[in-house]
């Protein structure tokens, strides 16, 4: 009983000291790194998709291979590969203001 009210107690206070603190500032450096960040991971969501994409197709491939009375495939797209990451410009946000 003790426990659970200390935990209580712990959780109540530390919720209100998160609420006092001040919303961080961030600088043109550090809403531009974080434009990255956002970025590289959704080219990491489409070079994940892709993979996805190209291991279906191999599972696929060879479930057709390997049972005689499989169905014909159904045509699906070709997987689009994303290719590398190109990270976003500083020029791109400017043009987009205008």
């Known amino acids: 009983m003790k426990k659970s009210v ?8 530390s919720a209100v000291a998160h609420a006092k603190l001040p919303a961080p500032v961030l600088t043109d450096e550090a809403k531009a790194k974080a434009e990255e960040a956002k ?7 489409k070079v994940d998709a892709y993979k996805l994409c190209l291991s279906m197709d191999r599972a696929a491939a060879n479930h057709r291979k390997s049972v005689a009375n499989a169905k014909p495939a159904t045509p699906t797209p070709a997987c ?19």
Do not use: Q, R, W, Y
């Not at 200390?6 to 206070?13: I, M, N, P």
């Open 39 to 45: 970025a590289k991971a959704a080219h990491t969501a």
């Open 6 to 13: 200390f935990l209580f107690a712990v959780l109540a206070l």
């Open 80 to 98: 689009a590969d994303p290719g590398p990451f190109v990270p976003p410009t500083a020029a791109a946000p400017a043009a987009a203001k205008s």
